[in-house]
């Protein structure tokens, strides 16, 4: 017996505050939707089975394989191997396709 979860969806201003809320996350990873140039990640709260879709559309779509954020300064970079650097947190982005879920 398989019931559909439904889920809760937050659009948020941009990339950057995804990246920001993401890198919070237990799961640092972003999602990549080229086609439909959405970009989002999950949280499933532990009490709920509810999960909840951060989502941003982009304008354009980041080419590397991950982005950056550093804990003291908040610079945020990207690039395509994860960082070595003490206070950066990596976050992955990959590629997929939505499909009708946004």
């Known amino acids: 017996m398989s019931e559909a979860v ?3 969806k937050i659009e948020v201003a941009d990339l950057e505050q995804l990246l920001l ?3 919070s996350m237990r799961s640092t990873i972003i999602h990549l939707d080229e086609e439909k140039k959405l970009a989002y990640c999950f949280l499933v709260p532990i009490a709920s089975l509810t999960p909840i879709i951060y989502y941003c559309r982009l304008e354009k779509v980041p080419a590397e394989r991950f982005a950056y954020i550093n804990r003291v300064t908040g610079e945020i970079r990207f690039g395509d191997k994860p960082s070595t650097e003490p206070n950066d947190i990596s976050i992955l982005m990959v590629r ?3 499909g009708k879920m946004l």
């Open 6 to 8: 439904s889920s809760m």
């Open 96 to 98: 997929v396709k939505s």
């Open 21 to 23: 809320l993401t890198s």
